[in-house]
């Protein structure tokens, strides 16, 4: 089954950095899954039947844009090493773009959507290669890394589409209001 995600995409300055920070450790295959995005609306509900589309577009299309704010390095536990991400209006996005596409409850809990989202752009993951050790580094390193960290308007959001298992390429780019 054909599976997509949403993001959005940071500045193309910005993001060939992460990349190449991301590179720093060699077995962090998080770079080569997906480029770097903030996840606005993840796998749930977004099937090889693509009449979700419409609704994700006719979502953006009344959505204003609005303004994202890269900060700080943070983890999830020890498994996960991600760049938080600060917006008044990226909580209500996400949840516009749920309720567009209504995925089955028992998808949005196994996704972390709704209550449970929080904006972030990944760095690297233990499900992608590196040691537990390897996320506190890269915690520990980004800031001095990667800073200064960008704010940026989101004018259009980025679909992507699984080419094969766990790599995901551009599908389609859709502009905000």
Sequence with gaps: MMRYFIGIVPPDDFGRRIVEFQKIWKRNRTWEV????????????????????????????????????????DTFGDAVAYLTVKSPKIRDFHERLVEAVCPPPEEVKQYMEMERFIPHLTLGQTQWGMSSDEIVQMKAS?????????????????VFREIQLNRYVAYEDIELA
């Design 34 to 73: 997906a480029g770097p995005h903030i996840t606005v609306k993840s796998q749930s509900g977004l099937g090889s039947d693509l009449r979700w589309l419409e609704s994700i577009r006719r979502t953006c299309a009344s959505f204003p844009r609005f303004t994202v704010s890269i900060d700080d390095a």
């Design 142 to 158: 980004a800031a001095t890394v990667l800073s200064p960290f960008p704010t940026f308007s989101v004018r259009f959001i980025r």
